[in-house]
């Protein structure tokens, strides 16, 4: 397993994360073995949210592994803020209450990581920094990020809040990477070259911000897997059948290294509920993909390199 530093803070992280939103599908025994398949294989990052399960997906990870000080201390926590039903919101009241809930069901004194779940255009920023304010100094957060935000929502945040924003969840898979296309395909008549997010990548990466990917196997907005539609993918999933047989693992684990080879050191969230694919993929946490292999596979999904 690669570990490397979240910039603008103390915490050594693992480059894949065990999401869990989808816990609640599992009985108690079946998340228990999820989360120590996870651990034992390098895993110390776990990714919550408060809308996850209605937050039940939050308790019933505490309450299988049985939440202590001692498993508490091998685990970096993360959870979500923002979604409410049918509307988001930032406001100050609202960010407080969440995290007391999430500490509450997490059984846990502090939360390593914040994110605001989805961009709230009602956001009053100043609101935000007085609760990230409040939620720092009180010990319940110890940093703050974003989800699924762009620069100008970012600079926005962070001009008033005096918290050094340092994550970014994004979806991001071989067979949806508008953060990749268009610099590739820049200044070319081609719809590749329509910048759809601000140059997030790059941004992100000018201002020491760590993107997590999420659904790292799904196609677009929750189209389902592309590993294995061979109808729809046909060459990609020969390309990546072909690179996994070279490296002897599976699939899932060469969809993992084509993101993890990335140099912005990108998380992988795995949002799984099998401990054996759960395994796969973190195989491919370091392997070396060659930078055409890389490439290769990015054609393979359809798009250009001039």
């Known amino acids: 397993m690669k570990y490397f530093p979240i910039k603008n803070t103390n915490l050594n992280v693992s480059n894949i994360i065990m999401g869990n939103m989808r816990i609640t599908q599992l009985s108690h025994s079946e998340i228990e073995n999820l989360i120590r398949t996870a651990m034992d294989e390098g895993i110390n990052f776990f990714d919550h949210a408060d809308i996850y399960g209605g937050g039940s997906c939050e308790e019933l990870f505490a309450d299988a592994i049985q939440m202590n000080p001692s498993i508490r201390e091998k685990m970096i926590l993360q959870s979500k803020c923002g979604i409410r039903q049918g509307y988001f919101d930032f406001s100050k009241e609202h960010i407080i209450t969440s995290v007391d809930g ?140 072909k690179i996994a047989e070279k490296y002897e693992v599976t699939n899932t684990a060469i969809a993992t290294a084509w993101i993890t080879r990335h140099p912005a050191n990108i998380q992988v969230v795995l949002g799984t509920t099998n401990a054996g694919r759960l395994s796969d993929a973190c195989k491919g946490s370091e392997i070396p993909l060659t930078r055409e292999e890389w490439y290769e596979i990015y054609k393979a999904a359809g798009n250009i390199v001039p």
């Open 102 to 241: 999430i500490l509450k069901r997490l059984k846990t004194d502090y939360l390593d990581i914040l994110l605001l779940h989805r961009p709230d255009p009602l956001m009053e920023p100043e609101e935000v920094a007085e609760a990230f304010d409040e939620l720092h100094n009180s010990g319940k957060v110890r940093y703050f990020g974003v989800s699924n935000h762009n620069p100008a929502q970012i600079d926005l945040l962070q001009k008033y809040v005096s918290h050094k924003l340092v994550v970014n969840q994004l979806q991001l898979s071989i067979a949806h990477t508008p953060m990749i296309d268009s610099g590739i395909a820049l200044n070319m008549n081609v719809d590749q070259s329509i910048n759809r997010d601000s140059s997030i990548l790059e941004y992100c990466r000018l201002h020491d911000i760590t993107i997590q990917a999420w659904s790292p196997y799904q196609t677009g907005f929750f189209k389902g897997p592309f590993l294995g539609d061979t109808e729809n993918f046909p060459e990609l999933n020969e390309v990546i059948d």
